[in-house]
């Protein structure tokens, strides 16, 4: 299948304003450009992401590739699968014609909350077409900082054939809204392994609640030179997470109820109040719409 007729079925399939957009890495996982973060996709459903990049620098023949491109799902309720297909892309990628792919597992371990971080392992294989490298991190996250996520990851990795020589990987990645609508997003990262040193930037938007765009430039100092990139986001979610994301939206957009005019009782038990004007004059009642014509006569 082509990454034409690929990408249209994806669209299709996608239910239209699914919940909260997700980008996911260009390794194949929920996480911020490059550095995973202790999210899961949920179960039966999934994020794709697909990137247009240009590298190009002093030394370097420029490479215009139609990869990365990222699809993650759901494999359980607190872990996730995901596969990833790049051409030029990452520190030591072949700079032309070579399309390397790569495939993750992340099992997210503690949620977080306000003491402490949200906390996931992975482990992956890159480029198992071709020198296959496999590795394992342990993946820290912000579980609720506002308007603001951070995450971080600490590892190892090495080639399949020789284990022995593996060496640390870490990275960074931070995303911050801007704007009242909460629409832009601009993320940024930065990490190191055995493959060299990388670091990135990218301002996003939302278009609607399951697709949303980014434009992206990428360093990479060991290959001498930068990548720049145009990229689409597509998340899909399962109907019941949909009616629910429905459901929260329009509760939240619903005014609020009026307060009542009179007393409020504590209780369900009915109360009537009747009140009845004194007369003014012997068999004359003064016009009140809670006397009962007759009474007293």
């Not at 299709?12 to 490059?34: I, K, N, V, Y």
């Not at 977080?112 to 992956?124: E, F, H, K, L, R």
């Not at 697709?211 to 990428?218: H, I, K, P, Q, W």
């Not at 009179?262 to 009747?274: A, E, M, Q, W």
């Amino acid at each position: 299948m082509t990454l034409r007729r690929l990408a249209a079925a994806w669209l299709a399939a996608a239910p239209a304003l699914a919940g909260a957009g997700a980008f996911p890495t260009r390794g194949g996982e929920t996480g911020l450009l490059d550095v995973p973060d202790a999210g899961t996709a949920p179960l039966r459903g999934a994020d794709l992401a697909l990137e247009m990049g240009l590298r190009a620098g002093p030394g370097v023949d420029a490479a215009l590739a139609p990869l990365p491109l990222s699809l993650v799902t759901g494999l359980a309720s607190r872990a996730e699968v995901g596969f990833a297909a790049r051409q030029c892309a990452r520190p030591g990628d072949p700079k032309l014609g070579e399309t390397l792919f790569s495939g993750a597992l992340k099992l997210r371990l503690l949620d977080g909350g306000t003491i402490g971080p949200a906390v996931a392992v992975d482990v992956y294989a890159d480029r198992f077409n071709l020198d296959p490298r496999v590795g394992a991190r342990l993946i820290l996250a912000s579980s609720d900082a506002g308007r603001a996520r951070l995450s971080a990851f600490g590892g190892a990795e090495g080639r399949a054939s020789a284990p022995a020589g593996a060496g640390p990987t870490a990275g960074l990645a931070a995303a911050v809204g801007l704007g009242a609508s909460g629409r832009v997003e601009a993320v940024a990262d930065a990490l190191a392994g055995p493959s060299g040193p990388m670091a990135g930037a990218a301002l996003r938007y939302q278009l609607t609640g399951a697709v949303g765009f980014s434009l992206g430039l990428d360093w990479l100092p060991r290959d001498g030179g930068v990548r720049a990139s145009v990229g689409i986001a597509i998340a899909a979610r399962p109907p019941g997470a949909r009616l629910a994301a429905t459901a929260e939206e329009e509760a939240a957009a619903a005014p609020a109820p009026a307060a009542p005019a009179g007393p409020v009782f504590g209780d369900d038990r009915p109360r009537f109040r009747i009140r009845i004007a004194p007369r003014t004059e012997p068999g004359q009642l003064p016009p009140h719409e809670h006397d009962v014509p007759g009474a007293g006569r």
